[in-house]
């Protein structure tokens, strides 16, 4: 990982500090940086309200929602969180340990890796795959490359360098 990665969020996160009320959650979506290592060096209050909480896009019509926590996370803001989750928002709720990509994105990766080896070695169309790996297959509409687009082409190869 690179440090540069964190400084963004250590800085966002110390902005929001003097504003948080007591029990405020405080999360990240990011699944490509530890949720441990944000959380350090801050204090013990913070990191027991620190969790990661991964939306997968689209959120509108993705059920999945992950749920990581640190070993300083209470258990209280992560039954919280899946309540949240779940009541709330509707979403199917996993636990996820804090590795890079977590559960969903180290499938993901793999999948999508495959899939554009397959493209370029059978010679379909970006519209072809798209058409593919969306609805048809029990998707929503976004297929692999308008996915790439709304995520990033950077951030999905960045996630895709992460080991495995």
Sequence with gaps: MIIEDLNPKRELFKKL???LKEGTVIS???SGISIQKMS???SRDFQERFLGTHFFNPPRYMKLLEIIPIPST???VVQRMAEVGERILGKGVVYAKDTPNFIGNRI???SGAIT???MIEDGYRIEE???ITGPA???PKMGTFRLGDLVGLDVMAHVSKKPL
Excluded: C, H, L, M
């Design 17 to 19: 500090i003097p504003y």
């Design 28 to 30: 990240s979506n990011t």
């Design 40 to 42: 350090e060096g801050f």
């Design 74 to 76: 209470s258990k209280d």
């Design 108 to 110: 993901g990766a793999f």
């Design 116 to 118: 554009i080896r397959t």
């Design 129 to 131: 795959v798209d058409q």
């Design 137 to 139: 297959i029990g998707r």
